[in-house]
């Protein structure tokens, strides 16, 4: 059983590994819409093999990186703040992969934004309300998903 100051210090490291899955998942997404928006698909296929082998391994990377905090993160704060996982659909194609891109860093600035909001005191009143509402958890899905949509774009 833990007390007092052991109690504080787990509860550090719990606030630390939350907002560190948070944060690696952003740097994932960031990455993602860089090189999402270097090349086209189209563009891509005209690369020699061995450069578009190397840019789908970056590409795979970094989305399986992503679901992979996301994840974890989700599995970090579901027991805790009880978080319900339904999200829209969201649909990559070619045609709108850049915007999509765009899309998944928005929702990750949006999320790890909400999880530093709830593991910090704030001036301005922001608290752990922002992760028990249904939004957030469907803007992590949201998210998760555009990642698995932007790494089968370059599949097909």
Known sequence: ????????????????????H???ALLHASALKKLVTRFSP??????APEAQA????????????YEREVATLRQELRPIFNGS?????????????QQSAGRLVELSYAND???????TISAEGKSAATIKSGQFWRSLSSAE??????QHVYQN
């Open 1 to 20: 059983r833990l007390v007092g100051e052991a109690i504080d210090e787990e509860i550090n490291r719990y606030k630390n590994r939350v907002m560190a």
């Open 22 to 24: 948070s944060r690696q």
């Open 42 to 47: 189209e563009q891509m296929r005209g690369l």
């Open 54 to 65: 190397k840019w789908l391994a970056m590409i795979r990377e970094h989305a399986t990186g």
């Open 85 to 97: 996982s339904a999200a829209t659909e969201e649909v990559v194609t070619e045609a709108n992969l």
């Open 113 to 119: 934004e909400a999880v530093r909001a709830a593991f």
């Open 145 to 150: 998903r555009l990642a698995e949509g932007i």
